[in-house]
């Protein structure tokens, strides 16, 4: 009651409360709500309605590819499991990473010269061997704190992992191949990224083994042990196939002797001297030059199917591993089977200490008439020359007389300077001495650096001047292309009123991963402490990312010439973890952790210790 004496009433009304329930009148009232907007409201409601329906398509079709493809059907024998969940996923290019130095030049535009004074400001006073010794003690005791460094057991190198955000990312690139590896191409010897299966050439694992030391320089621990134990579980040499002498010796011997060197892990050496008798067999020939192919099951070798000759290069470049395997071993057979090879070729006649392309197992003798070149099948005869000189500790004087006289002959016979920006290259030498060709190999890009190598071991200056010219010239390759990636071959334009240095012709415009000029650019950084070739390589870094990077990890790609049709090749090299993201990662490197005086890493990036005879 109120104050009046009057009673209150309250009245509730119970459809109020209740959910409505559609009625005609409402679907009537909807309908006449559409027939009432404009025919423009219409289309665009129509036009969202058919965009969310193809979405919704796209989405179920991308799945059920993913679950068809999917790592768990994909065929092993054994699954390698990592501490935690790598997601497959596609991967995406971080744009604020790259951004900053995204520059990226059309082929027709003239690339800028780089002043003498961006290459004086560093050379003196800029040593990168220049440690800042708070930050290594620091380093150090954090390393030591979370256990995730491998040093080798015996003390004498340790890696303390990334030193600065550059090296973090070709980490996250490494990461991103090997989970590609990993997922779609586990123990076999290359992946194909873009259909997610693999390539068997040798069947030996090989992106496996060229990858061993590249974890353990990168601190990657996980990943190392897991492949570590396919190695010991898994790695058969008894395949009935026919392999290359050279590139089974580069890339598994090589590795093998490096991881063993680096962890004083007695497995792989056991693993590595089994291999080095198996291959044995390729030097039972007529002349004791080694065959090209051998068979490491029947232990035989024999030449290639399409030439009784094997390839210079090859038969020069095995010395560094089968010596350091003899020395690894106690067992002298190796290093005398190569040193056999190395003196017979410094022998035979040659052109101011260049050599053919071409030399027969049966006759020991060069082929006539063949291309002299710093490009296949001639270039690592030239950079093992020095390397073995010095990995003997400079003992075997007729390998530095031989590499002194084919660097004099280099520069008589095959350097050249372009029209009209007098750009420095090594062209070829066709029908020996007959016809002079301006063309260069990417792979001749291995040059720089091993001028610069020779130069701090006491080679005349004008070596370093030389690598210096011509590394400014590989990376014009890049740099002059839209993508930022270097063709395969390159002409060059010599003649008078040329407009342009150089020109590439469609068959030739791909890029494969390779490593050559990166590995120039981390010497030239390394003995001379010029910053400026880490910027190159992070230029270049930035061009692989972009362009070559795809879901299942890296391909090669057909045409480096146009950024919108690069046409995928379907392959990720194993060389391309073994050198180029080493080279890359040693390149942005603040202090280095590798001492020249100490290793000489064999062409294929894999450490091997100097002796002193």
Same mark, same amino acid.
């Given at each position: ?433 007959? @016809?002079?060709? %301006? !063309? ?5 890009? +291995? *040059?720089?650096? /091993? #001028?610069?190598?020779? =130069? ?108 919108? @049709?690069?046409? %995928? !090749? ?5 060389? +391309? *973890?073994?050198? /180029? #993201?080493?080279?890359? =990662? ?28």
């Amino acid at each position: 009651m109120d104050n009046y004496g009057r009673t209150k009433h309250m009245t509730v009304n119970l459809q109020d409360a209740l959910p409505q329930q559609d009625s005609p009148t409402r679907t009537f009232n909807i309908w006449r709500k559409w027939n009432g907007l404009s025919r423009f409201q219409k289309s665009t409601i129509y036009l969202f309605l058919t965009i969310c329906v193809i979405v919704s398509i796209y989405v179920l079709n991308f799945h059920s590819h993913r679950n068809r493809h999917g790592r768990n059907e994909f065929p092993q024998k054994w699954h390698p499991k990592f501490g935690k969940q790598l997601i497959d996923e596609e991967g995406e290019i971080d744009k604020t990473k790259l951004a900053a130095d995204n520059e990226v030049h059309n082929a027709a535009n003239e690339e800028k010269e780089v002043s003498e004074d961006d290459f004086d400001q560093d050379d003196n006073g800029g040593d990168s061997n220049q440690a800042r010794e708070d930050k290594v003690e620091e380093e150090e005791n954090a390393n030591n704190k979370d256990g995730k460094q491998i040093p080798p057991f015996d003390g004498s190198l340790r890696f303390m992992g990334p030193q600065n955000d550059r090296q973090k990312a070709v980490i996250d690139a490494f990461k991103h191949a090997w989970q590609g590896y990993r997922n779609y191409a586990w123990g076999k010897d290359q992946l194909k990224p873009i259909t997610k299966s693999y390539d068997t050439w040798f069947d030996l694992g090989l992106t496996m083994i060229d990858s061993l030391d590249t974890m353990i320089i990168m601190n990657l621990k996980e990943e190392y042990d897991e492949a570590r134990d396919w190695v010991s579980n898994s790695l058969n040499f008894n395949t009935k196939k026919d392999v290359n002498l050279f590139e089974t010796t580069i890339r598994v011997l090589g590795g093998l002797l490096s991881a063993y060197h680096l962890t004083k892990d007695r497995m792989y050496l056991d693993k590595a001297a089994e291999l080095g008798d198996r291959m044995m067999g390729a030097f039972d020939s007529g002349s004791g030059i080694p065959y090209s192919d051998v068979n490491l099951n029947t232990r035989t070798g024999h030449s290639p199917k399409w030439s009784p000759d094997s390839s210079t290069s090859e038969v020069t470049t095995i010395q560094l591993e089968f010596r350091d395997l003899s020395r690894c071993t106690g067992n002298p057979k190796y290093e005398e089977a190569v040193a056999r090879v190395s003196e017979q070729v410094h022998l035979l006649e040659k052109d101011m200490g260049l050599v053919p392309i071409f030399i027969n197992a049966n006759t020991g003798q060069f082929r006539q008439f063949s291309t002299v070149t710093l490009g296949a099948r001639g270039d690592s005869y030239y950079e093992y020359l020095l390397k073995q000189w010095l990995q003997t500790g400079k003992s075997i004087h007729f390998l530095e007389k031989d590499y002194s006289l084919a660097m004099a002959g280099v520069k008589e016979k095959l350097v050249k300077r372009t029209v009209p920006n007098n750009l420095v290259f090594v062209g070829e030498i066709l029908s020996r001495g007959k @016809d002079f060709k %301006p !063309k260069m190999d990417e792979l001749v890009c +291995f *040059l720089p650096g /091993t #001028l610069a190598l020779g =130069y701090r071991n006491g080679m005349p200056e004008s070596h370093l001047q030389l690598a210096k010219d011509l590394a400014y010239t590989c990376y014009q390759t890049f740099a002059r292309q839209p993508t930022f990636l270097a063709p395969e071959i390159t002409y060059f334009n010599i003649n008078k009123g040329s407009t342009t240095d150089f020109y590439v012709k469609p068959n030739d415009s791909h890029y494969l991963l390779r490593p050559e000029t990166i590995e120039s650019l981390w010497y030239l950084y390394y003995i001379t402490g010029n910053r400026t070739y880490q910027d190159w390589g992070w230029k270049i870094f930035q061009g692989i990312e972009t362009y070559t990077k795809v879901s299942g990890g890296y391909t090669t790609i057909n045409n480096v010439k146009n950024p919108m @049709d690069t046409r %995928p !090749k379907d392959k990720m090299e194993s060389f +391309f *973890l073994g050198e /180029t #993201l080493k080279y890359l =990662y040693l390149l942005f490197a603040d202090r280095h952790e590798i001492d020249l005086d100490q290793w000489v890493l064999n062409t294929e990036a894999h450490l091997l210790p100097i002796y002193d005879h």
